[in-house]
């Protein structure tokens, strides 16, 4: 898995993220010793996600997002190019992570590199170190406002 981390700045808050996408050889890697899965798919699209089948550079369009500012860690596996609402709620995260979280993955979904969702063009080797997010919400109303119902 390629991994980039990311401290985000946003509302007064900082937080800490890793992303991460499968390389090739994990999206290759075969479902072990199952009666239906063995030898015909891969581990991955076993689970539901892009496998060997679908077209190239499908893998792209997943990326593992987990905060890691401490205990427990939150995240999951996010479809760039989605809605980052919808996304949240349909994960249950905390609500005090909401805010964060929807202005960190609006502005992932936006220029995270993508194969087939999504207008972004930066490859995870390219997402900046800190990332501010303070004046996006201010202009934009990223994160202000949201609320998990």
């Known amino acids: 898995m390629r ?28 479902y072990p010793e199952h009666p239906v899965y063995e030898g015909h798919v891969s581990f991955l699209e076993a689970c ?9 550079g499908a893998l792209l369009d997943f990326a593992l997002v987990m905060e890691v500012n401490g205990s427990p860690v939150e995240g999951s596996v996010f479809a760039i190019g989605g809605d980052p609402t919808y996304d949240l709620n349909k994960r ?11 202005a960190f993955l609006t502005w992932l979904y936006a220029n ?10 930066l ?27």
């Open 3 to 30: 991994t980039a981390f990311v401290v985000v700045k946003h509302d007064g808050l900082e937080g800490r993220f890793m992303v991460g996408q499968w390389d090739e050889q994990e999206a290759a890697r075969p």
């Open 48 to 56: 539901g996600w892009a496998g060997r089948d679908r077209w190239a």
């Open 92 to 102: 249950q995260m905390p609500r005090h992570l909401v805010a964060m979280w929807v």
């Open 112 to 121: 995270l590199y993508s194969a087939g969702r999504g207008p972004g063009s």
């Open 123 to 149: 490859a995870l080797a390219d997402l900046p170190a800190l990332l501010d997010l303070s004046d996006a919400a201010k202009t934009t109303g990223i994160g202000e406002g949201e609320r998990m119902e």
